[in-house]
């Protein structure tokens, strides 16, 4: 686990875009956030209190996170003043840019030197189990999608979020690493060994209360041929009671595969939920999550409608409109 | 690739059973072993010639291969006197253990003077792409299981000596240890990291000659929750033009996961067929492949009539009647 609360780097980050860890940690997570930190130029700025690191550290800090993708694949000269300073100041550090922090040697010695921790969340730091398949206590529900990206780690958060608020009991499990770092914990699942994959699902989600749930961050689909046996992994170990199908209704072809057009939901459907029961024979299909984000509130409205009405469904933009009808459908299972 | 042709390494092992890897080669590419070479007290005999090193070296032989399991997971020190001595006498080393050959400071040390290479084939020793689901030219027939280790390698390795005796062009295209060490090449799939999967299964299968058939070794079931994500990205990097289904009726559960049953072929064949469409509309079910090792003749032919004319497609045990039903199949698509 990365040690709450952070102090968020921005870094010189040319815009918004660069910036999606920290957005999402922000909007998310707020309380893991004491402040933000920005370099000359920055052309990012979250609304939060800009701190110097001395002040991070007064205000409560304990790993400042890079919130931020970097130019040019490496950790720059002008960073690295600043993460060295962190470091000497107390900070441990957490990054999930593919260029490690590990490996950088400047780093890895003042890291050492002053006791700290560095996280770099595209790696496992565990040796994770071969999935055995045993049934574990606690409920789980888990996102599947027509395709990636479409909103899976966002209706698992807004679920989360809108039943922590009803007060039930209910844990964000990332599985990537924007939530990962969103959260201080979690299984960066693509970059796990084959054949510990669905082992790794299971260890991230164990025994628990009979009235737990587990709220999976899916990845990838079943219809995505690059990273289907990631999301069919996913079903397998995480052995969800509970399947949410999350599309995006304007999209025209598979992200990155030109070639291939989505599949409806009734297909996401009709192929999850067999495979699924395979580990849990009690599986459902729970609701519906749409990504509306291309289409007018009318639109949006409309669409969803009809989509619950034609499958028999609850759906929402759980972004847009809230998650209440995912989680009424949770509190009936 | 590892050099061809080999000598055997058989070591001390206790008995058969120990030397399934050798006896692989044996069976499947007798071309591929000039003989075998075995320690005092070893249980194993493959019938081979027994050599010296240096007579394996007249014979013509590149690699010594471990062809056992090793007791106690180390490799012991009456192991590494020959293993060194090989490598002084200009042979490769090929293994499949747990412990590395390139983990043993010694053998490291040996093959750096003598300019030779140590083969571990559990580790990728390729960086694959992201699979990009582009069409490829040629065929490709896939394997699929209700389990693990019902007779999937054999089943395709029987195929394309079938096919290449009829003068049909067959690869066998290998995805775990034995098959990589049988054949001398291939991916280790349970070893890739998960992002890596279907793209492994692209570079394994590449463009062909539009007749040629690339005969991919099988791994896992979609039914064996430990292992189901391997399958998927097996299915979609693959994306084959044919699947066999293979089953063993004998056995009570899933291999290793005492509570769950096998599914049935028919269930096989409703899961598979449509998950192997996404990445080939044309791809069909060829025919059903019986591991009988635990039945009578009698009960073998007449559970394979039964199983043909219910499910409307040839069967047989490739090993044990022969694979000409599947490979007519083949030649009719």
Redesign the interface.
């Known amino acids: 686990m990365i040690e709450t609360p952070y102090l968020l780097f921005l870094g010189d980050a040319p815009d918004m875009l660069a910036a999606k860890v920290a957005i999402g940690i922000r909007d998310w997570r707020p309380e893991n956030a004491v402040g933000q930190i920005s370099l000359p130029g920055c052309g990012a700025n979250l609304g939060l209190t800009e701190m110097s690191l001395a002040e991070g550290r007064e205000a409560g800090a304990r790993t400042l996170v890079i919130g931020v993708a970097n130019r040019g694949g490496i950790i720059s000269a002008k960073w690295k003043e600043v993460l060295i300073e962190a470091l000497e100041m107390g900070y441990d550090l957490a990054s999930g840019l593919h260029n490690l922090l590990r490996n950088e040697p400047d780093l890895v010695a003042a890291a050492a030197q002053n006791g700290r921790a560095l996280h770099d969340v595209r790696i496992p730091s565990v040796q994770y189990p ?6 574990r206590t606690g409920k789980r529900c888990l996102a599947v999608g027509t395709d990636c990206s479409v909103g899976k780690m966002y209706t698992a958060m807004a679920m989360e979020r809108d039943m922590t608020a009803r007060g039930m009991k209910a844990t964000f499990r990332a599985t990537g690493q924007t939530g990962i770092l969103i959260t201080g914990g979690g299984v960066p ?7 510990f ?3 790794s699902i299971e260890y991230l989600t164990p025994d628990n209360d009979p009235d737990h749930w587990d709220m999976i961050e899916g990845q990838g689909s ?2 995505h ?10 079903i ?2 995480g ?1 969800p009671d509970a399947l949410i199908l999350c599309h995006e209704p304007t999209r025209s072809h ?1 992200r ?2 030109p ?2 057009t989505l ?1 409806s939901l009734e297909a996401l459907r009709d ?1 999850a939920l ?2 699924a029961q ?2 849990n024979p009690a599986c459902r299909v729970a609701g519906i999550s749409i990504n509306t984000q291309h289409m007018s509130e009318e639109e949006a409205r409309g669409y969803l409608a009809e989509v619950s009405q034609r499958m028999g469904l609850p759906a929402t933009d759980p972004y847009r409109f809230g998650a209440d009808v995912l989680v009424d459908a949770l509190a009936g299972l």
Chains 1, 2 share one sequence.
């Open positions: 071969i999935a055995n398949g045993e049934k699942l693509d970059a796990v060994i084959a054949d994959m669905a082992g079943l219809f041929v690059s990273y289907s046996g990631v999301t069919l992994a996913l397998h170990g052995q598979m990155g595969l070639g291939y599949p192929m067999p495979l395979v580990a």
